[in-house]
């Protein structure tokens, strides 16, 4: 029997399974709700029986990680059993067969975006569940303070799912997240439901194993107080919070403008939406060179396209969103130009998929310009110089950073105006 018609009986039966979705298109809204809670079944004893049913051999360091989905996903307020089911899709039931690996405690993919790319690591499987709900409620429209992911941060801060998000009109569903996460695949939305229908067919109906794991999931003040040193040391290995309040001041200066056209260092699944970003393959002199994106083309110039754009966005071996910061491989057609500006200088910001960033300045007309390139290791002085080639003629790198969140502080303090 299809599994769904399976759910559709059960639900008679038995009530707390109501909740789940019968269908792909009615998965839950993102947010939790007193009429949009996690189903009363969705223990981490019943959740964890159910992981291990699907992966025998599940690493013993994983057996807490039901009980931080819900311990976070109450704290947010995010639909989190449908977040766990997420994850299940994500790691493939944590094995971890693609680009990210167990130690790194990525359970969405965060950053991982093909090709080799791991993607980001995250302290503790508590820290690293608290950055994948993050990532979601993010989708649904709540800005999240202080994220501990950078993707997420990324994301938020040069407002990559602002349009999108506005085109929604009630609140935002994780069918509707599905996809903007992973736009190359269409069975997304319908695995995730697949995973909740089988959960209600089996470990929903029986007993809880562990039941004592709901009382320690919702463990108060000391746990928020770990979780928050913890998160703080997460921020610090990751560059310092200077760069983000640099970039909050480069955000608030672009909405107070109007130049709200400026995409993100983040989640690619906003760049799916066609004349919204620009992108720009490596010039033709360097045609062997990775590809990468122009980020904040203005309003009143051409987006820069790629011959191969039609393809679509890439999506990462675990299927996460797709990377905005890798464009399709190709020629450019035309490079983006720099918008005229009365400021005496300008932030902007491009990449070629790496992790490690330069500063470019390079002066047209009356108005500097410092851009912000992610480039790969190994390769800075070679992609610095195709940039140069093709979009900053006669410029210059001035400094080179591990993270494009210190060059993006370096950048704010050289041009406070950005």
Known sequence: MHMRTALSGLALAVGTVLSFPALAAELPPIKSTDRNKAVSCATPGRLMAFLQSRNPRLDPRF??????????????????????????????????????????????????????????????????????????????????????????????????????????????????????????????????????DKFAETACKGPDPRPELVAEARKGLAVAVDMSRAIDAQRSAAGGSSGVESAKRSVAAAVASGDTDRLGLGAGGALAEAGKSATAAAPPAAASQPAYKILNAPKDEPAATSDAATAGPDVDATRTETAALAASPGAAKSPAKVAPSKSACKVWTASYGGHKAVIIKAVAGETTNYTVLDVNEGREKREAEAYIAAYAKGGETVAEFKSANQALDKAFNLCPEG
């Open 63 to 196: 057996e807490g990680i039901a009980t931080e989905y819900m311990r976070h996903g109450e704290d947010l307020a995010v639909r989190w059993d449908t977040a766990f089911f997420q994850m299940l899709v994500e790691t493939g039931n944590l094995t971890f067969t693609g680009d990210v690996k167990p130690s790194q405690n990525n359970f969405a993919g965060l950053g991982a975006t093909g090709k080799g790319a791991p993607g980001e690591s995250f302290e503790s499987i508590s820290i690293g569940v608290r950055a994948h709900l993050e990532h979601v409620l993010m989708y649904s429209g709540e800005r999240i303070e202080s994220p501990v992911a950078e993707r997420t941060r990324k994301v938020q801060e040069w407002g990559v799912l602002t349009s999108w998000q506005r085109t929604i009109k009630g609140p935002i569903t994780y069918t509707q997240l599905a996809r903007k996460w992973a736009p190359g695949d269409r069975r997304y939305a319908s695995e995730i439901a697949a995973i909740a």
